[in-house]
């Protein structure tokens, strides 16, 4: 079966620089563009009706700025990929804080813009094109491989391997078998990927292989933990115990 190809959106003001983009995506036939926005005020309209799965995002629009529009305009899930097209080199660092795959200088150039799609694709396949279908009412897909850059290489994590994973800020803490890795993606967004049949949420900040747990405590005041196989305790919090006794089967 032909892989789906990755549905971009380009944002820009300049008609000008969205050619540009258009012109650099020639050589990459498994995008499609799926619309064009000006301003902060269509883009937020065309996420909700186009779903892409790539923003291609200038940084200084009418209407406000590509940070404020990662911040607070996008409220669906999950949230596209985002490779920032700017002319403002000095913005690098907070483009990478707000989540961004890669930050591309204008004028665009091709082997840049090339070396940034080979970012998007590792991506792409290690969140999307591995996710398998699994039983239920929505048909939903989930993820069986995550891609993570562990120095000068990307490793891919089998996600039945996780034992558990922890928020920190914009990025999150996976962890395997003793080892740990930063992946620049929200604990949020991370959490779309995976099966909930496995995956279980005890805590604004952890998330947890519910085969790795085996056991439950209650402690003093309230409070709660569960224990892995591997004797690594995390809190289990208050908002999450209901959640947590229904999928664990406790009393």
Request: with cysteine; aromatic share 6%.
């Amino acid at each position: 079966m032909t892989a789906s190809k990755i549905r971009a959106l380009l944002v820009d003001d300049e008609i000008l620089a969205r050619v540009a983009v258009r012109q650099a995506l020639v050589s990459h036939p498994d995008v499609e563009v799926v619309g064009e926005c000006g301003n902060i005020q269509e883009v937020m309209q065309a996420i909700g009706a186009l779903s892409p799965d790539l923003l291609f995002l200038d940084i200084q629009m009418p209407g406000g700025d590509g940070f404020t529009l990662l911040r607070d305009g996008l409220t669906p899930e999950p949230f596209p990929m985002v490779v920032f097209t700017t002319a403002f080199a000095e913005h690098a660092l907070e483009a990478f804080d707000a989540n961004a795959i890669d930050y591309v200088l204008k004028p665009v150039d091709q082997a840049r813009f090339d070396q940034a799609m080979e970012r998007v694709r590792k991506h792409w396949r290690g969140l999307h094109a591995d996710r398998h279908s699994v039983s239920g009412e929505n048909g939903r897909s989930y993820a069986k491989r995550i891609s993570v850059q562990a120095a000068e290489k990307s490793m891919v994590i089998p996600v039945a391997d996780i034992d558990w994973i922890r928020a920190d800020d914009n990025y999150v803490r996976i962890h395997v078998g003793g080892n740990t890795y930063l992946h620049r993606e929200t604990l949020r967004h991370l959490c779309e990927s995976l099966d909930p049949n496995h995956f279980l949420r005890i805590h604004r900040s952890i998330v947890v292989n519910m085969d790795r747990i085996c056991e439950v405590h209650t402690l003093f005041q309230g409070h709660a933990e569960v224990v892995l196989h591997d004797g690594t305790r995390l809190d289990l919090s208050r908002r999450f115990r209901n959640a947590a006794r229904v999928a664990l089967g406790l009393r």
